[in-house]
């Protein structure tokens, strides 16, 4: 069999000519191709205009190949698969690596370090790219597109997102372990007013449940420190003064005995750390994957 043209055959045609013989009709090529009847008659023809002649006999009960049609299918069927291969090692190839994620202080300093070490030994070659801000700016980030998943502690609304919870934390009084309330079992609302309140930035969770917390038992604390860093703030605890924040980010001090953890008796200061991201995709494939294994993750939204 040989074509005259010296082009490559368009894959476009091929692909009608199969679908045809396939299918048993012309009708049958078009709706498998997404193509009105015409224009897939039309692709068939070119074919056959550059083989010399037909390659399918037309008749009421659909379409036959004819001998020169049998030769070509199988070669169709390769060339075909071919193309896909290609197409689909090109896509491969493009396919970002990147995942790129936001993530509030808490679960960003404390536990995503480890769930993107376990991650990686099932997908191999991602590059994480990790923001650590307050949970405001993690909600705005996976809502523009700037973060593919976010992770939050706050009482930030998520309407429109997809949620995960991971896991339940609390907040706790953090002093130093000189302090006069060190060795309490729990303190009062009414105690903390009058003694020096270190807290995060304005936009932070942890600074929003807490202060909300306290304001449904009648307190209202004056900051006497704000500062966007966790990590300073504890050095600032250990010179005077308290902090309410998650009993999850001093576990290491407490145990270098650094620092004391105590709970606000009568006041419930738990909060689910979850995942977030945009409830409409597409999704990049890393980031579909990591979801689907945060999904293992995922837990029930309940109180400690």
């Known amino acids: 069999m040989t074509f005259t043209d010296a082009d490559p055959l368009p894959g476009s045609e091929l692909a009608a000519f199969v ?18 009847q015409s224009a897939a008659t039309k692709r068939i023809q070119r074919l056959e205009s550059r083989g010399g002649g037909p390659l399918l006999t037309r008749g009421h009960s659909g379409v036959e190949p004819t001998d020169l049609g049998k030769r070509l299918y199988p070669l169709a069927k390769q060339a075909l698969a071919a ?5 689909a090692a090109l ?12 993530s509030s202080f808490t679960v960003g300093e404390f536990l995503l370090p480890g769930w993107m070490a376990s991650f990686r030994t099932q997908l191999p070659g991602v590059h994480g790219e990790l923001e650590v801000v307050n949970s405001a700016l993690v909600v705005h980030a996976v809502r523009e597109g700037e973060s593919e998943i976010g992770f939050v502690e ?21 002093i130093a372990a000189d302090h006069r309330w060190a060795r309490r079992r729990a303190i009062a609302p009414a105690e903390l007013v009058g003694e020096p309140y270190l807290t995060r930035e304005k936009l932070s969770g942890t600074r929003a449940v807490a202060e909300s917390a306290l304001a449904a038992a009648g307190i209202s604390l004056a900051p006497a420190l704000s500062v966007a860093s966790l990590q300073s703030l504890k050095r600032a605890i250990a010179a005077g003064g308290f902090a309410i924040i998650s009993e999850l980010s001093v576990e290491a ?5 650094t620092l004391a953890a105590v709970p606000i008796q009568g006041l419930d200061l738990s909060r689910a750390l979850q995942a977030v ?8 494939a890393p980031a579909a ?6 999904e293992r993750l995922a837990i029930l939204p309940s109180p400690l």
């Open 289 to 294: 994957a990591f979801w689907r294994w945060l």
């Open 91 to 102: 896509t491969a190839a493009g396919e970002t690596r990147e995942l790129r994620l936001s």
């Open 253 to 257: 001090e407490q145990r270098a005995g």
């Open 277 to 284: 991201r945009r409830a409409r995709g597409p999704h990049a």
């Open 83 to 87: 193309l896909s291969e290609a197409g």
């Open 154 to 174: 706050g009482l930030d609304p998520l309407e429109g997102l997809e949620v995960l919870t991971l896991a339940h934390d609390r907040l706790v009084v953090v």
């Open 19 to 36: 679908a045809a013989i396939e299918s048993g009709t012309v009708q049958g090529a078009a709706d498998a191709l997404a193509l009105t």
